[in-house]
């Protein structure tokens, strides 16, 4: 029975699904690195670790490009980025001997799936990272269409092109390796295939020098680290700030269990079950198919790479599961539900096969998944989009007084301001701190240049947020905090809610009357831009509209404290404006 789709309808499909990426790409910064990524996008810089330096030239190369926005410009760049992990998705199910219609199915699967497609319309490493791991497993896969010396080059190729832009493709080594060592059989000059392989791998590596050059030459661009010497660029590429090994310099231990199970029940929910089903199955069933040791050994490795990209790496993380936490450890299910969805179309020829399914049938089935998964995808899309992030930060920054200080945490706001001020230009005279930073060498000297003045505790040294304070505010600069992450400050120092933060007054100054708060408030609020949704939001859209429901709610507790329930009740009633409403 003939199963096969024209071979015309790979490359439509792999041009269909980038251009539903490029039509619904993000024009606003969204949460977490977005914000450095759309910075160094508009005039570039150097990442956090380890740097991406492929990710960032390739901004860089597209910074010419007509864009709504910079967050926009960058998100069009990222969106070919996603049109390219899936003509990989659909080359690695080819390689793994999975029909057109088979490889179409996983495609179809895959590219609407709401994780994807997210991580495909904004700036983010992590579609740039799927391509080259699945060019990689395409590479190294028996039904390769490439043999000996070429097979190896090209596997080097894709290996330093991967590791430039993130780390996390070491995982796909027993698989990369497996290829090498089987083009290396293939091959009746190994000793030539072997340096071609080498020769091949270097141009990726080398691309971690230009983070040394664009440090060196950076003047006042974003730079994180201190990269322009050779040993501060290898702990940079180490992450060494954060801990090589662990995703985030918490100080909390990995929970295992709970990342694994986090992955689960995320990828079940991703790809919508069947994909998954199929991936298993389709896993499962190739050694039957294939009835030969080379093929059998080639899926047992298949198999270990999967297991090592998906619980192994997540049983590492030591962020909690939730909120936040979740949206930051979610991108990493990336790599391992494509790695899934490429044996999901091995799984979708077996079904057909046994089903039987004709041809038309089996089209009508890719369709559908298509179309159903786009419909159920495209308002988380829409969602994760939404411009509540950006309003937030302009609305924080233009609220700020001249020449302000602002103290606080988040990476929406930690990497999201310096977007708003350097990439779009706007309130460049007020400075953002984030303590948690302070803890790095680069960063504290960096806090140190722009305020002028040295911090009164020594470098090593637990951070005190009051001191930090109260240099600013010796300086004559009013110091506000933008979120509450640290108790230390209202003890020690009078504060007041002012807009979306917390302003904070010079050792025993008095805090203002009641009234005079509640009008400079309702000023700046009369100013704000951010219309609330009483809606479920993302994460960091959530965050960053629940910080104006403080406001009131705080200025609601201190009527309540007054004994003044009739001032108290509107101010409440202001505050539930603010509050997202919760998953149903």
């Known amino acids: 029975m003939n199963r096969d789709a024209p071979r015309w309808t790979l490359p439509v499909a792999a041009l269909t699904s980038t251009a539903v990426y490029l039509a619904t790409s993000a024009r606003a910064v969204l949460g977490g690195d977005n914000g450095e990524f759309a910075t160094l996008f508009a005039e570039g810089g150097v990442a956090h670790p380890s740097g991406y330096p492929l990710y960032t030239l390739w901004l860089r190369a597209w910074s010419w490009m007509p864009a709504a926005s910079p967050a926009h410009g960058a ?57 080259l791991a699945l060019t990689i497993a395409a590479l190294a896969a028996p039904g390769a269409p490439v043999k000996g010396t070429r097979r190896v080059a090209l596997l080097g190729l894709a290996a330093g092109a991967a590791l430039a832009n993130h780390l996390s493709s070491s995982l796909l080594a027993p698989l990369g390796l497996w290829g090498v060592y089987t083009g290396l059989r293939e091959s009746e000059h190994r000793v030539k295939s072997a340096l071609a392989g080498v020769a091949a791998l270097l141009p990726g590596l080398l691309t971690y020098l230009s983070l040394m050059f664009v440090a060196r030459h950076a003047g006042d661009r974003l730079v994180w680290g201190e990269t322009g010497t050779l040993h501060g660029l290898v702990w940079h590429v180490l992450r060494k700030d954060f801990g090589t090994l662990s995703l985030a310099a918490n100080g909390r231990p990995p929970d295992g269990l709970a990342a694994v199970w986090f992955l689960v029940k995320r990828a079940s929910v991703d790809l919508r079950v069947a994909p998954v089903v199929l991936g298993l199955v389709g896993f499962f069933a ?164 722009a305020l002028g003045r040295r911090l009164p505790f020594p470098e090593g040294s637990s951070v005190s947020t009051v001191a930090v304070a109260e240099t600013a505010l010796s300086l004559g600069r009013p110091v506000l905090l933008t979120d509450v992450f640290s108790a230390g400050i209202p003890r020690a120092l009078p504060t007041y809610p002012f ?15 009641p009234d005079a708060i509640l009008g400079a408030n309702d000023a700046l609020y009369a100013r704000f831009a951010l219309r609330p949704a009483r809606v479920p939001l993302p994460p960091w859209q959530s965050d960053a509209q629940t910080t104006y429901a403080r406001t009131w709610s705080t200025l609601a507790d201190l009527a309540d404290h007054a004994r003044r329930p009739d001032v108290a009740a509107p101010l409440r009633a202001r505050a539930q404006l603010y509050q997202p409403a919760e998953e149903p």
């Open 75 to 131: 998100a069009l760049a990222t969106a070919l980025h996603g049109g390219l992990s899936g003509a990989a998705l659909l080359f690695a199910a080819r390689a793994w001997g999975a029909s057109r219609m088979g490889a179409l199915f996983a495609w179809a699967a895959w590219s609407f799936a709401s994780l994807p497609w997210r991580l495909a319309t904004h700036a983010e490493v992590f579609s740039l990272n799927v391509a």
């Open 286 to 449: 190739l050694p039957d198919e294939e009835n030969n040791g080379a093929h059998t050994r080639a899926r047992a490795l298949y198999g270990a790479t999967l297991a090592l990209a998906g619980p192994i790496f997540m049983a590492r993380f030591n962020i909690e599961m939730t909120g936040i936490g979740a949206t930051v450890v979610e991108r990493f299910h990336l790599l391992p539900e494509a790695l899934l969805s490429v044996m999901a179309a091995r799984g979708f020829d077996h079904l057909a096969d046994r089903a039987p399914l004709g041809l038309r049938v089996q089209g009508v089935l890719v369709g559908t998944v298509a179309l159903v998964g786009f419909a159920l995808a495209l308002p988380e899309v829409r969602d994760d989009h939404r411009d509540t992030v950006e309003v937030y930060l302009r609305d924080t920054l233009h609220s700020a007084p001249p020449n302000a200080v602002l103290l606080g945490t988040g990476d929406h706001r930690t990497l999201g301001i310096p977007y708003v001020q350097r990439a779009l230009g706007e309130r460049r005279d007020v400075l953002f701190i984030n303590p948690q930073l302070l803890s790095l060498g680069h960063y504290r000297r960096r806090v140190e240049r």
């Open 499 to 513: 807009g979306t933060m917390i302003r904070v007054l010079p050792r025993g100054e008095r805090v203002p009357p």
